[in-house]
């Protein structure tokens, strides 16, 4: 593998609320997103993870619910 210059940030709240969900398929679905990140952010690039509590009018769940972002400096894919 090709060492790469690379910003990699995180943002994550301190006050996230436990995720009861299948574990398998969270693992896979960040995977495959910061996965995706790294591979099309160029040299000098940068790759940026947060996570956030919503606030309860976000949300229409009765329940805890929280937003996770993977942003990069790569390039966009374009709409089909």
Request: glycine content about 6%; aromatic content about 4%.
């Amino acid at each position: 593998m090709t060492q790469r210059d690379l910003s990699i940030e995180s943002d994550l709240d301190s006050n996230l609320p436990t995720v009861w969900n299948d574990r398998d398929i969270l693992l896979q679905v960040m995977t495959d997103l910061l996965g995706n990140s790294l591979k099309f952010t160029p040299n000098g690039g940068k790759v940026s993870i947060k996570a956030r509590k919503l606030d309860p009018n976000e949300s229409n769940s009765s329940g805890e619910m929280f937003e996770v972002s993977v942003t990069d400096t790569g390039s966009e894919i374009r709409p089909s």
